[in-house]
């Protein structure tokens, strides 16, 4: 069971984890139908199979995308304004500007030609639809595969109904293992094998596997659900359940598609199956969108005919029935469940009238968990906040949608918004956060303490992106409110976050005397966390920027003795950076050099690109001041993209930017305009995860191109690129790859056309020095 896949070249596409049984024409005439298709629609009941198709038929196609097959889970997200967030995620594309998400996709994919797969749209079926209709017009090279019960209703949509797998008719001899013909009776073998390693099909009891089957309709989460039966039933016993459940007055009920009430209906007779408890536990857990642990089960699940102490065996029979899935978290384990199965669930929970309950008991669960990390933070916890909280990204958006569609829970979705800061400001989440937190606003428009502290840390992220303007009109209503009502918390931090605005917007001298303030402040409260150090280390850059460097060196100084003390590594490792900046405006290169690796490294745990990228420019800088212009090149462009996904170059801000115009314009004369944007070029063609490896030296510069760059041809161009190398003819070509001579002289001509060579010597030569042939 499952939805697993094959990871195969560039891409997210999950292993395979089972079998993948009876498909293979489907994949054969989907993959033909992408050739002349951009959108292919898999539609059918849920269960059929839309998915496992999806990524199978992806992950053969990857050769013909140099840019990747992806794969984008629709399935747990519930908020349609979040779709376009949830597919930069899943590609991997980082932008926490303002800028519309679907925009960023739309410049990401522009020149890219990949596959991307849109799991399970029906239900955002219009948000899905509209995005799909702008990455198309906007990107030639994107080729779309959605699954979904209802078709996009598109312009060029082409649809392929997924049906179920063929079965034998009714009284059809099944001679001399002729069941195997069968991929519905070789799916149940295979599943039933797995439970009972004695079961087989035999002459004996093969038409008994077969009436099992088309009792299923041939949907194979059905078949694979009645297989574990075998755990406890006989095959007799399992067939003679199913005849009765479908025979049951309104087991089946009128209207919708006959396959889809069957598949409802062999769920239903699994969880009539279960036991009292483990039905409440089935339907309490549909409430969770991402996995869930034991400690949220026993809170969100527990009471009213579920004790607490029995969780544990309780969860460990639904994973034996194959209705929960059991994912390992280091030393603890995770349960999810199938989507289908979830909204099973989900009904099941309407239908005892728990919804409401049970949502608001997984809404305390994290908000207690949020709360409960936001303290934790300031610490040397920080590293496991920030894994714990990503893993819970799925159930967070779930508890802040109900909180913000229920009208009694809007002050709680308020608190939980702006408690989750931590991780929008420091985890590299700003462009979500920022959504949660202006929808928050809009929809609890009345002051007050909640409202306060949403307004600061909502100007702190707006800050961050860039809108200076939005940011002040947030803080000082936070500011106009703290004063009317003394809330001096409120007041203080409102305060320090006005200072970081007016810093990066050149104002030096005034953010100065708000930081100050702010520090009075917090000092006067006792305050002290990760937020209130910053105000310190932003002092320490706005007296850089006004010259007074011993007065940084103080300021970070006292910051990173305060982060030792605690274990706080987030706000010390900018500290540490402001370190770098002192260091390099005394000539210091060596402590330079080691206090901007050391802000990286610490950094990039928590995926914060601001900081990320801070460090690395401070890196570039110190290179050119070593005379180091290549790598300094080669860094500035690695530095490019990631500005572009945090949003204005160094804040377009004039102090902030010196250095980097002076760093530019230096190694540009250094080098000369053709070697510096070739460097410069190269460092921008870096992934995340190879600039941080360069400007760590971590790889050499042309490693790390190498790996950045993806290669202009397929898997196959590449064999036949070695074949060119080694002195082939074309005839001789396709003999080794087994293909017709007519096919390999297409796959020369376009290698020369994409390499830009007039000549197979000239791609043997260019083969010679690159590493991106392979040889057949």
């Given at each position: 069971m499952g939805k697993p896949g094959a990871t195969c070249g560039k891409g997210n596409l999950p292993a395979d984890t089972t079998s993948f049984i009876g498909r293979k024409p489907d994949v054969?005439?989907?993959?033909?139908?992408?050739?002349?298709?951009?959108?292919?629609?898999?539609?059918?009941?849920?269960?059929?199979?839309?998915?496992?198709?999806?990524?199978?038929?992806?992950?053969?196609?990857?050769?013909?995308?140099?840019?990747?097959?992806?794969?984008?889970?629709?399935?747990?997200?519930?908020?349609?304004?979040?779709?376009?967030?949830?597919?930069?995620?899943?590609?991997?594309?980082?932008?926490?500007?303002?800028?519309?998400?679907?925009?960023?996709?739309?410049?990401?994919?522009?020149?890219?030609?990949?596959?991307?797969?849109?799991?399970?749209?029906?239900h955002l079926l219009d948000a899905c639809a509209a995005l799909a209709h702008d990455l198309l017009?906007?990107?030639?090279?994107?080729?779309?595969?959605?699954?979904?019960?209802?078709?996009?209703?598109?312009?060029?949509?082409?649809?392929?109904?997924?049906?179920p797998l063929p079965l034998p008719e009714p009284g059809q001899p099944l001679l001399d293992g002729a069941w195997l013909q069968y991929p519905a009776l070789t799916l149940f073998a295979e599943r039933a094998s797995s439970v009972d390693p004695w079961f087989a099909v035999t002459e004996e009891n093969q038409e008994r596997v077969a009436e099992v089957c088309r009792l299923l309709a041939g949907i194979p989460l059905a078949i694979e659900l009645a297989a574990v039966r075998l755990r406890v039933l006989t095959l007799?016993?399992?067939?003679?359940?199913?005849?009765?459940?479908?025979?049951?007055?309104?087991?089946?009920?009128?209207?919708?598609?006959?396959?889809?009430?069957?598949?409802?209906?062999?769920?239903?007779?699994?969880?009539?199956?279960?036991?009292?408890?483990?039905?409440?536990?089935?339907?309490?857990?549909?409430?969770?969108?991402?996995?869930?642990?034991?400690?949220?089960?026993?809170?969100?699940?527990?009471g009213a005919g579920l004790p607490a102490g029995e969780l544990p065996a309780l969860l460990a029979g639904l994973v034996e029935k194959s209705v929960l899935l059991r994912e390992a978290d280091g030393d603890r384990q995770r349960f999810r469940l199938l989507e289908p199965l979830r909204q099973f669930g989900r009904d099941r929970l309407a239908d005892a009238g728990e919804t409401g309950p049970v949502r608001r008991r997984m809404r305390d669960h994290y908000l207690d968990l949020a709360e409960r990390s936001e303290r934790a933070w300031f610490g040397p916890e920080q590293p496991e906040i920030f894994r714990r909280t990503r893993l819970e990204h799925a159930n967070l958006r779930a508890a802040l949608d109900y909180s913000l569609t229920v009208p009694a829970e809007l002050e709680t979705g308020l608190r939980l918004a702006s408690t989750l800061w931590f991780y929008w400001a420091g985890?590299?989440?700003?462009?979500?956060?920022?959504?949660?937190?202006?929808?928050?606003?809009?929809?609890?428009?009345?002051?007050?303490?909640?409202?306060?502290?949403?307004?600061?840390?909502?100007?702190?992220?707006?800050?961050?992106?860039?809108?200076?303007?939005?940011?002040?009109?947030?803080?000082?209503?936070?500011?106009?409110?703290?004063?009317?009502?003394?809330?001096?918390?409120?007041?203080a931090y409102a305060t320090h976050r006005l200072g970081c605005?007016?810093?990066?917007?050149?104002?030096?001298?005034?953010?100065?005397?708000?930081?100050?303030?702010?520090?009075?402040?917090?000092?006067?409260?006792?305050?002290?966390n990760s937020n209130v150090m910053l105000a310190g280390i932003e002092l320490a850059i706005a007296s850089i920027f006004l010259g007074d460097l011993d007065r940084a060196a103080e300021l970070c100084e006292e910051a990173c003795q305060t982060g030792v003390a605690h274990g706080e590594q987030w706000a010390s490792a900018?500290?540490?950076?402001?370190?770098?900046?002192?260091?390099?405006?005394?000539?210091?290169l060596d402590r330079a050099a080691e206090h901007g690796r050391h802000c990286l490294r610490v950094k990039s745990t928590f995926h914060d690109l601001l900081g990320i990228v801070l460090a690395i420019e401070v890196l570039a800088w110190n290179d050119a001041a070593r005379e180091r212009w290549e790598p300094a090149a080669t860094m500035l462009g690695s530095a490019h993209p990631i500005w572009q996904a945090v949003g204005f170059p160094m804040f377009g801000s004039r102090y902030f930017g010196a250095p980097h115009?002076?760093?530019?314009?230096?190694?540009?004369?250094?080098?000369?305009?053709?070697?510096?944007?070739?460097?410069?070029?190269?460092?921008?063609?870096?992934?995340?995860?190879?600039?941080?490896?360069?400007?760590?030296?971590?790889?050499?510069?042309?490693?790390?191109?190498?790996?950045?760059?993806?290669?202009?041809?397929?898997?196959?161009?590449?064999?036949?690129?070695?074949?060119?190398?080694?002195?082939?003819?074309?005839?001789?070509?396709?003999?080794?790859?087994?293909?017709?001579?007519?096919?390999?002289?297409?796959?020369?001509?376009?290698?020369?056309?994409?390499?830009?060579?007039?000549?197979?010597?000239?791609?043997?030569?260019?083969?010679?020095?690159?590493?991106?042939?392979?040889?057949?």
């Open positions: 054969a005439e989907v993959k033909q139908l992408l050739t002349r298709a951009r959108l292919v629609t898999l539609t059918g009941v849920g269960g059929v199979g839309k998915t496992r198709l999806a990524v199978q038929t992806a992950a053969g196609l990857s050769r013909a995308f140099p840019d990747g097959v992806w794969l984008v889970e629709l399935a747990g997200l519930q908020d349609p304004a979040l779709v376009a967030h949830t597919a930069l995620e899943a590609l991997g594309v980082h932008d926490e500007t303002g800028r519309s998400p679907a925009a960023v996709l739309a410049e990401h994919l522009r020149h890219r030609r990949l596959l991307v797969i849109l799991d399970n749209c029906e017009r906007a990107a030639p090279g994107l080729r779309l595969l959605a699954t979904s019960r209802e078709r996009l209703a598109l312009a060029g949509e082409h649809l392929w109904p997924v049906s007799a016993e399992l067939e003679s359940g199913l005849a009765d459940c479908f025979r049951l007055p309104g087991t089946v009920k009128r209207g919708g598609e006959a396959r889809h009430q069957t598949l409802l209906a062999s769920i239903d007779w699994s969880y009539a199956l279960c036991g009292p408890a483990e039905r409440h536990l089935w339907a309490r857990a549909s409430v969770f969108l991402g996995g869930f642990d034991l400690p949220a089960a026993e809170r969100v699940c527990a985890c590299g989440v700003f462009g979500e956060g920022r959504h949660w937190l202006d929808r928050a606003l809009a929809l609890a428009p009345e002051p007050s303490g909640e409202r306060a502290k949403a307004l600061w840390v909502n100007g702190y992220v707006a800050t961050l992106q860039g809108d200076h303007d939005g940011a002040v009109t947030m803080l000082e209503e936070c500011r106009a409110y703290a004063r009317r009502t003394g809330d001096d918390v409120a007041l605005n007016l810093l990066v917007g050149d104002y030096v001298g005034d953010a100065k005397t708000l930081f100050e303030e702010a520090q009075i402040r917090y000092r006067k409260l006792g305050e002290l900018y500290a540490i950076y402001v370190q770098a900046l002192v260091a390099l405006s005394r000539g210091d115009g002076e760093c530019e314009a230096q190694v540009r004369r250094a080098l000369g305009d053709g070697p510096f944007e070739a460097a410069f070029r190269r460092g921008r063609e870096f992934g995340l995860p190879e600039a941080i490896a360069y400007a760590l030296g971590d790889v050499t510069p042309s490693a790390a191109a190498e790996q950045a760059r993806p290669s202009p041809l397929t898997d196959r161009e590449g064999e036949v690129v070695a074949l060119i190398a080694d002195g082939r003819s074309n005839q001789e070509i396709a003999d080794r790859l087994v293909i017709s001579r007519r096919t390999a002289e297409g796959h020369v001509n376009r290698i020369l056309r994409k390499l830009g060579f007039d000549s197979r010597a000239q791609v043997a030569a260019w083969a010679a020095r690159s590493s991106q042939v392979t040889a057949p």
